[in-house]
């Protein structure tokens, strides 16, 4: 048995989403003027994000497979569909994939992806923001799906 083996059964090394996400930080956090917390950028939002997603083993499984592997890629992504002024024009096929299982509720993964998507939204931004950058995701999802029905409509018809 390897070392990396033994290491694995070790429950206590093991990385849970709440010591990544830092629950409890937000409630031993002091008010700065008047925030509860600083407010992250972009980039460093999609960077928690990503390290959310890989301490979670499902979510780090899936999301390795569909970006190859290439998780600076995936984190570029989650920086795209973060960002209030992208639109659904020209989104990479891995931002697509990313934004049905940030919105849809289709396969297990979309049931798990969504709602822990959603509370590591809650945990590192103030209310406010988690809810205008969730209703941004899903204003591109719904794009995502009028033009697919767009086109699907327009190969049955033609």
């Known amino acids: 048995m390897t070392i990396l083996a033994r290491l694995d059964r070790r429950t206590e090394l093991q990385a849970t989403p709440a010591v990544v996400i830092g629950e409890t930080c937000a409630e031993k956090s002091e008010?700065?003027?008047?925030?509860?917390?600083?407010?992250p950028s972009i980039r460093e939002l999609a960077f928690g994000m990503c390290c959310a997603?890989?301490?979670?083993p499902h979510l780090n499984n899936v999301l390795t497979h569909i970006s190859r592997a290439n998780w600076p890629s995936l984190e570029h992504s989650l920086r795209r569909i973060l960002d209030p002024a992208t639109t659904g024009e020209g989104?990479?096929?891995?931002?697509?994939?990313l934004l049905d299982l940030m919105c849809a509720d289709r396969g297990?993964?979309?049931r798990i992806l969504k709602p822990y998507f959603r509370a590591v939204l809650y945990n590192l931004l103030e209310p406010g923001r988690a809810d205008r950058i969730i209703g941004h995701i899903q204003s591109l999802f719904r794009e995502?799906?009028?033009n697919a029905e767009k086109r699907t409509s327009t190969v049955q018809s033609g």
């Open 91 to 97: 989104l990479s096929p891995l931002e697509q994939n």
């Open 53 to 56: 997603f890989r301490a979670h």
């Open 31 to 39: 008010p700065l003027d008047g925030k509860l917390r600083p407010e």
């Open 144 to 146: 995502l799906e009028l």
């Open 108 to 110: 297990i993964t979309g």
